[in-house]
């Protein structure tokens, strides 16, 4: 290199091409790794939601809860202050 510059036909420009191509492997196994971190995270959070009342339930059990809740608070709004 001289002056900041690659000299041609000195076999500098394939270190540089090899370390282009490395960079690009580490650059996809970053990508892969966040991608994994990610789906690890959407398979927790639809674990959770299975687990919260509400959410993923069939219809007869999210009946039976909100009759139930709504006796509960018809049992709240009868209390003397």
Do not use: C, W
Request: proline content about 4%.
């Amino acid at each position: 290199m001289t002056g900041g510059k690659i000299m041609a036909g000195t076999g500098a420009g394939t270190g540089v091409t090899e370390m282009a191509a490395l960079m690009g492997a580490t650059v996809e196994a970053a990508a892969n790794a966040q991608a994994m971190g990610l789906s690890l995270l959407k398979a927790e959070m639809a674990a959770l939601a299975q687990m919260m009342p509400g959410q993923g339930s069939d219809p007869v059990t999210e009946a039976r809860r909100a009759a139930e809740e709504a006796e509960i608070e018809a049992g709240f709004d009868n209390m003397p202050v």
